[in-house]
């Protein structure tokens, strides 16, 4: 019967899931005997197709291959290597694919090809973690637009707790929200469940597509509502397309120079009616999570 190796261990340089590693095999013989092969048997949840041979120590230069789960370093010209040697192999480019805080790998060697002739072992590794990134790895102001990849944020990858981005056309759906664009109208009062109605708790953006130019501005109301006002009534067929952003608001607290124009000089809109007003005002009782 084979003898077991001692101080069997592994080392990744990054225990993150699904990053390319260099790991470090650490083994002592126990007996002694020409070594052919040195096998390195990995439990599912690890890639080692791409695996390369960085260095070695305690025996003799060889090659590397990937066997399944298995990466088998073959040495080229075999000699007798005595008990209780040292032996390292450091091999780069190894993926683990599935985070697991109780990973082992089992080593034997052998004088002959990888499926016999066993000289030492099988024997288990301690133990080695490999963990997933969270949040909590991360720290504060640690992530900059430097370390994000150009094209690789997309809209799906934005949590709706940040900001969200909605379309009423001019159909019953949206006119159950409150837009129902008729030539005539130049306010509404639009519901939207995502609209909290406390102060600084979201902002709103709004842009309408109409046949006729139109400029259309978003106003605060209460929970669940905010309004829309615009210089002059979109069209039959008109699309709202809004964006609610939900940063928190930050008062500028600095003194600032003035400008040189005069508020008098700034045209401000003044509807003719409020959110809760009758007039040209379409309010609505019902509110919905998510639009169509």
């Known amino acids: 019967m084979a003898a077991s190796l001692s101080g069997v261990s592994v080392i990744p340089t990054s225990n993150i899931v699904n990053e390319r590693a260099t790991y470090d095999f650490f083994f002592t013989t126990k007996t002694t005997g020409t070594i052919k092969t040195v096998v390195i048997d990995f439990p599912l949840g690890f890639t080692l197709d791409i695996a390369k041979l960085v260095e070695r120590s305690g025996i003799g230069s060889g090659s590397l291959s990937a066997q399944g789960q298995s990466l088998v370093y073959t040495v080229k010209s075999p000699v007798r290597v005595s008990a209780n040697t040292e032996i390292r192999l450091e091999i780069g480019k190894i993926i683990a694919t599935l985070p697991s805080t ?44 430097a370390d994000i990849k150009d094209n690789s944020i997309t809209g799906s990858d934005i949590s709706s707790d940040l900001m969200i981005r909605r379309t009423l056309n001019d159909d019953n759906a949206g006119h159950a929200h409150g837009w129902n664009p008729d030539n005539t109208k130049t306010a509404y009062a639009i519901s939207d469940s995502d609209i909290l109605g406390t102060s600084n708790s979201e902002f709103v953006s709004v842009m309408v597509r109409s046949g006729n130019p139109v400029f259309c501005a978003a106003a605060s109301g209460d929970a669940g509502l905010f309004g829309v006002y615009c210089d002059s009534a979109p069209g039959n067929n008109a699309q709202l397309d809004y964006i609610i952003t939900k940063l928190p608001g930050h008062s500028v607290t600095s003194t600032v120079s003035s400008s040189s124009v005069s508020p008098s000089e700034l045209a401000s809109p003044t509807p003719s009616t409020s959110l809760h007003g009758t007039g040209s005002i379409s309010t609505q009782d019902e509110t919905a999570s998510e639009f169509p």
């Open 102 to 145: 109780s990973f082992t790998v089992s080593i034997r060697i052998s004088n002959m090809g990888s499926s016999g002739g066993t000289i030492d072992g099988p024997t288990d590794s301690g133990v080695f973690t490999i963990k997933s990134i969270g949040t909590n790895h991360i720290l504060d102001n640690a992530v900059s637009s």
